[in-house]
């Protein structure tokens, strides 16, 4: 018999792992996959190209991924962030710099104010308990879709903070409770960090790419980790946990879940899980993204002082494009999100349409250089079995009102990791290493009082 079991070997999986072996308690890892990451997922496409298919990007208040970072003698670098940004609305494209594109002044003024409230209302929020506040009911009962269509006066300033927060919760904005958006926006510190690169959420990158971080915490226990090991039903039996698959039956005394709620959904749990814990699981959907890569033999666009960013109305496939170029600038990288419906409809094309839209919108922003990329990749964790989708798990109205904390609580010895059982940075990796943390100190003090 196991200690411990851990089913997932994503950062949260993994981070819980490292916790666990330091503190020698034995453990065992569980990964239907046949690689570590999770939703981080960084494709080697020869000795010196790779792309980050997954997360990418750390920025300020992550202090768990700076601190691991060190730890392992990590390299990381900043986003690139330099010269004009493009606004591409209404078939029109235009130039700007900083964060706020031009627009007409009761535009600009409507989206300061609309941001702004955002902001304010988000501050009052309780990370451990958004049920609690006194508007709790009123938030929860709208979605974040409908605030922004009765805050938002004009069609311009509508469209710009759709575009924004659709790449940050990477959904459709009616598909999320406006609750659930103040929390996730108080979780990850304020909507100018998820927002921005400067200073913001976005501002680094790991060199050699994210995975090769998840890679180094893992080598002192690689031989813990079970790879192609897909977990189908947890029985729990006085203080024995039997965690049964196609080929395999393990037992233990605590058990760790750290994958994405709608996987939970599909385990079968004896006795049942509690009815609070069903529900909110069955409720919880993930965010929809595709990423979208560019590979050039250098950032040319650099040259004509641009940064690479584009954010684009639904004219384009892309809600937003950023510089993904290596630190050494051994080649240059555009990366195109495209979220919800867009990714969608963009997703049902051959990958050799997918290659000329985005070769298109690209010369259209930057010119006849664009027209010859070295080569065209994109990806999107809804497709990937082991995923059903990315960033995060989104709430819908009235999920938090009714059932509060209920997906991170344990039930007997299952404990629950994942980026959606963290208070703070819900939907980052910073989020899921520290969900992991808390769910391996949890058994280290059982452990320790038994």
């Known amino acids: 018999m196991q200690e411990v079991i851990i089913i997932g070997a994503g950062f949260s999986g993994i981070s819980a792992s490292k916790k666990l072996n330091q503190a020698n308690i034995p453990f065992l890892v569980l990964e239907a996959r046949d690689r570590l990451g999770g939703r981080v997922y960084t494709k080697k496409l020869s000795e010196d190209l790779y792309l980050d298919f997954g997360g990418q990007w750390i920025g300020p208040g992550q202090d768990r991924m700076y601190e691991l970072c060190r730890e392992f003698g990590l390299e990381y670098y900043e986003t690139y962030d330099q010269g004009n940004n493009l606004l591409d609305f209404g078939k029109k494209v235009r130039k700007f710099k900083g964060l706020i594109p031009k627009l007409d002044i009761v535009s600009l003024i409507n989206l300061d104010l609309v941001l702004k409230k955002l902001e304010r209302m988000a501050k009052s929020i309780s990370l451990e308990e958004p049920w609690n506040h006194p508007k709790a009911m009123e938030y929860d009962r709208i979605s974040l879709a409908e605030f922004i269509s009765v805050n938002c006066k004009t069609i311009s300033c509508k469209k710009i903070v759709s575009l924004a927060l659709e790449t940050v919760f990477a959904s459709e904005l009616n598909e999320i409770s406006l609750l659930h958006a103040l929390f996730y926006i108080k979780s990850g510190r304020d909507l100018n960090t998820l927002i921005n690169i400067k200073d913001g ?118 809600q937003s494009i950023f510089d993904c170029s290596p630190k050494d600038t051994k080649y240059g990288i555009l990366m195109g999100f495209t979220i919800a419906k867009r990714a969608r409809e963009y997703f049902t094309k051959s990958k050799e349409e997918r290659k000329n839209i985005m070769k298109g919108k690209l010369i259209q922003y930057y010119g006849n250089e664009a027209a010859e990329p070295l080569l065209y990749e994109d990806f999107t964790m809804t497709d990937e079995a082991w995923s059903r989708g990315c960033y995060a798990g989104l709430y819908p109205t009235g999920a938090w009102t009714g059932f509060q904390n209920a997906y991170s609580k344990a039930e007997g010895n299952i404990l629950w990791a994942g980026t959606e059982a963290s208070p703070i940075w819900f939907g980052y990796i910073e989020g899921a290493v520290r969900a992991g943390e808390s769910a391996a100190e949890s058994v280290r003090l059982a452990y320790k009082n038994s």
């Open 201 to 318: 959420a976005q501002l680094h990158r790991i060199v050699g790419g994210m995975q090769s971080l998840i890679e180094k915490m893992a080598a002192p226990f690689h031989d813990k980790i079970h790879f192609n090991r897909t977990v189908k039903k947890i029985l729990q039996e006085n203080e024995v946990i039997k965690v049964k698959g196609e080929d395999f039956e393990l037992t233990c005394k605590k058990l760790i879940i750290a994958i994405p709620p709608p996987l939970v959904s599909k385990l079968e749990f004896e006795p049942m899980l509690s009815g609070k814990k069903r529900q909110i699981i069955d409720r919880i959907s993930m965010g929809q993204v595709g990423k979208c890569f560019m590979v050039y033999k250098k950032p040319f666009w650099r040259e004509n002082d641009f940064s690479g960013q584009a954010f684009a109305d639904a004219n384009s496939p892309f």
